[in-house]
């Protein structure tokens, strides 16, 4: 039985034998072959073959207990103020690390307290964090600002912060890459993700590079991390002050780990791009309508980008010998579509409402 990420990679991770592990099973998520955007981007690249050349992969991690990757970090941060004999921790948040913290927290039996940018967090995140007992404070500013507050408290006084700038959230987040290597038998050629504060990609290159020195895996992917149009002081290279994309999980001007995505970035030869509002909206609805997969808009980041790359050429010029195994791209999809159950229902034609007739209802369907 799958016993968590701090069982199941405990020598990668900083925890002894006197650490009270705080789990919910989180992990273990499915890496689904995708086969529309497969085939999607293999036409891009290899426009004259039928089979597709490409592997689109999606690391499913809305499939976590608190329904983002967010749980991966969470596990270790918990343990490790457990560990220290802390009562209570903080975030700041656009809603996922609130509720993944939350639900922590009222595991191990301390307190949470969350700072949210005031209606910027969608209604499944903000009732996570609610239902699971965290003390909710809404600010009037945004991530920044309450991430910046939060800093200043916890440097003050005995409350853990658990945002990702917490060491150990990345060393629980990095076990995504060995999970992606574990399923895949070596690490992809790329691995497409949404970068918001810079955590995650952060984690997933260390992980990589980890597995790699333990001689588990025998390559390095190229990290391709995209952003939103209106919220990407990285691509742009300066914070921007006004943050604006309906991807609010990403919804951040200033990432704290800056520096460290760049570093993933430059070291693994890959790159830092933007995509729109509208190239998001159309990538969430064609994972939903075609592939199956229910994400929230952030998460669409990644294969938004993977298919503004395609269209760009960007994968043709990796393009393999005949003899080589397929390329193969992961995306993780890094939190669930019904956390904002309000963008799916605006995103499509509202149900028709009809007299309760067989006959109304036979036209309605238009088979
Ligand atoms: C679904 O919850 O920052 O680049 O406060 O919820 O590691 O920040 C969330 C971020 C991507 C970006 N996708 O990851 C928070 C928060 C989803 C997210 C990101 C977030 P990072």
């Not at 309450?146 to 917490?166: D, G, Q």
């Amino acid at each position: 039985m799958w016993k968590g990420i701090i069982e199941e990679y405990r020598k990668f991770l900083p925890v002894t034998d006197k650490t009270p592990v705080v789990s919910l099973c989180e992990g273990n998520t499915p890496l689904i072959c995708a086969q529309t955007l497969s085939k999607l981007v293999s036409d891009e690249v290899y426009p004259h073959t039928k089979k597709s050349s490409v592997g689109v992969y999606l690391k499913y991690e809305g499939l976590n207990p608190t329904a983002s990757f967010k749980d991966r970090g969470m596990t270790v941060a918990i343990s490790k103020a457990v560990e220290e004999g802390r009562k209570a921790v903080m975030c700041a948040s656009t809603g996922n690390t609130s509720a993944s913290a939350a639900a922590y927290a009222a595991r191990a039996g301390i307190k949470c307290v969350v700072l949210i940018p005031e209606g910027a967090i969608t209604l499944g995140k903000l009732s996570q964090a609610l239902i699971h007992g965290a003390k909710v404070i809404a600010i009037k500013g945004n991530f920044d600002d309450a991430l910046r507050i939060v800093r200043e408290i916890c440097e003050k006084h005995p409350i853990t912060l658990v945002n990702s700038i917490n060491p150990y959230r990345i060393e629980g987040q990095k076990t995504g890459s060995f999970e992606i290597c574990d399923s895949l038998g070596d690490a992809p050629d790329f691995h497409a993700i949404p970068v918001g504060n810079a955590g995650n990609i952060t984690a997933y290159w260390k992980g990589y590079k980890e597995y790699k020195a333990a001689n588990i895996s025998k390559r390095l992917p190229k990290m391709l991390g995209f952003q939103a149009e209106g919220a990407a002081p990285i691509v742009l290279g300066h914070p921007v002050k006004e943050p604006r994309t309906i991807a609010t999980a990403i919804k951040i001007g200033n990432p704290a780990s800056w520096k460290q995505a760049e570093a993933a970035r430059d070291e693994s030869g890959g790159l830092i791009d933007m995509v729109s509002d509208d190239e998001i909206l159309a990538a969430y609805k064609l994972l939903a309508s075609m592939d199956g997969i229910f994400v929230e808009p952030a998460s669409a980041a990644s294969v938004a980008g993977i298919l503004k790359l395609a269209k760009k050429g960007f994968f043709n010029v990796r393009r393999q010998k005949p003899d080589e195994q397929r390329m193969r791209i992961v995306c993780v999809l890094t939190g669930h579509g019904l956390k904002d159950p309000d963008r799916a229902i605006a995103s499509v034609d509202k149900p028709k409402v009809l007299e309760p007739n067989v006959d109304l209802v036979l036209k309605e369907m238009g088979l």
